[in-house]
């Protein structure tokens, strides 16, 4: 899950990370308001939205005055911005914080992310703060400096010296760096995320440390013991189709191309993808039910899967160890008999009860395509798929 800035930049300030002043606005009116509470002379108005590349894209505006600032405003709120980060559908821009603008002198860049491989924690900084990290390691790699947190004693302040003299921080300011690095490491480990990015994190006129952007992502499925943290959900930077399933207990991947999925378990749900694209074609989502499903889920399933416009064939495929194929095929066919699809169906059932779900399937008249291994599934799904789109001049044909 990510958060916005804000919210970020609160987190951190409360792990004794220094940010500047800032106040968050709903309404133009109140982004004057927050400024002229701030004091100041000089504000940055800045788009809350779950993305990065702000800046380039007009959601970082430097003002002078009041009216500056409900100007810039009232070109934000309602409008979509659209960055390298957010798609070309954009991200829409319902809050804008309002920050005081401070005096730049140095741009670094921190990040903290999970390194999978490793099983580590890992540092990446720059001295080069202010452009994408993607950037920095294809223009200076040689200005990147990284470090690995060893989880049995966590962050160690040498490490945390060491990223600063290899930024060149001036001596008087290490300390300051190292309340910084760790305050941000703590967040990132007392509160299970698994990103975060302060870019940049500046080095002010009056040299003070602080964190101009940040960004944090955490893990979902550690969301349940955080609940402070699954409160600053918002909805409204996500993909509805995520949303929706989320909201139902499902977890939902939105894709490209022109195929659904309703598999059990993201190991299966990926061995499905890249069988498909094996098969000639394109995953247009995948839509996990999990373990236990009952044909109430695989029915809500089903009517998830064909809200996406871009689908033009469903293949369903179970490994059924926890779940029964009997309930899924009951499922499907509950859910074709509700609202019947104009898309052609693949079904393959594995596991637990096998016989029994081919049996509903086959007792119940519908139009399924059935198949037994995974391969003859993508196979026919993307046979089905293509002979179907020919026939419809509308679709379209990959
Ligand atoms: P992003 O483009 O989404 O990453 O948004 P950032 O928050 O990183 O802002 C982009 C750039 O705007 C920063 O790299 C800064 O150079 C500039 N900027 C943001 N806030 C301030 C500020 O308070 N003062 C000044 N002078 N520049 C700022
Ligand atoms: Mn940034």
Not at 72 to 85: N, P, S
Not at 271 to 294: Q, R, S, V
Not at 305 to 327: E, P, T, Y
Not at 376 to 387: F, H, P, Q, Y
Request: glycine share 10%; aromatic share 6%; hydrophobic share 40%.
């Amino acid at each position: 899950m990510d958060i916005h800035e804000y919210q970020a930049k609160e987190i951190l300030s409360n792990f004794g990370v220094g940010i500047p002043q800032g106040a968050l606005a709903y309404s133009p009116e109140q982004a004057a308001y927050r400024a002229r509470e701030m004091g100041g002379d000089r504000w940055v108005v800045k788009a809350q939205v779950h993305a990065g590349g702000r800046g380039k894209a007009g959601g970082v505006k430097l003002c002078s005055s009041d009216s500056e600032i409900q100007t810039v405003t009232e070109g934000m709120l309602g409008q979509k911005i659209v960055t390298h980060q957010t798609g070309p559908e954009g991200k829409g821009i319902y809050r804008v914080y309002v920050e005081a603008a401070v005096p730049i002198t140095r741009e670094i860049y921190v990040g903290f992310v999970l390194d999978r491989a490793r099983q580590r924690v890992m540092i990446v900084a720059s001295s080069e703060g202010g452009m994408e990290i993607e950037d920095i390691s294809a223009q200076q790699p040689e200005s990147i400096v990284r470090a690995t947190v060893e989880p049995a004693v966590g962050l160690q302040e040498f490490q945390c010296r060491e990223i600063a003299f290899a930024l060149g921080i001036k001596p008087g300011m290490v300390q300051q760096m190292v309340r910084t690095l760790l305050g941000c490491y703590r967040a990132f480990r007392d509160l299970d995320a698994t990103m975060v990015e302060v870019n940049p994190l500046v080095i002010t006129g009056d040299d003070r440390i602080l964190a101009l952007d940040a960004k944090m992502t955490f893990d979902n499925n550690a969301l349940f013991r955080h609940p402070q943290v699954s409160e600053l959900r918002d909805k409204s930077q996500e993909d509805p189709r995520e949303s929706r399933a989320a909201d139902r207990g499902l977890s939902y991947v939105g894709l490209n191309g022109n195929i659904g999925c309703i598999v059990n378990g993201a190991g299966l749900a990926m061995a499905t993808m890249d069988t498909i694209k094996l098969a000639g074609g394109e995953p247009a989502n995948f839509l996990d039910i999990g373990g236990g499903a009952t044909p109430e889920r695989v029915a809500k399933a089903f009517r998830l899967v064909m809200s996406d416009k871009n689908v033009q064939a469903i293949l369903v495929n179970i490994f059924a160890g926890i779940n029964r194929c009997d309930w899924v095929a009951e499922g499907v066919v509950r859910a074709l008999r509700e609202e019947p699809v104009d898309v052609p169906v693949v079904v393959r059932l594995a596991g637990t009860n096998v016989k029994e779900g081919q049996k509903i399937l086959a007792q119940s008249g519908l139009p399924l395509i059935r198949a037994t291994t995974l391969m003859e599934a993508a196979e026919r799904a993307v046979m089905a798929w293509r002979s179907d789109t020919n026939r419809n001049p509308n679709l379209k044909v990959v």
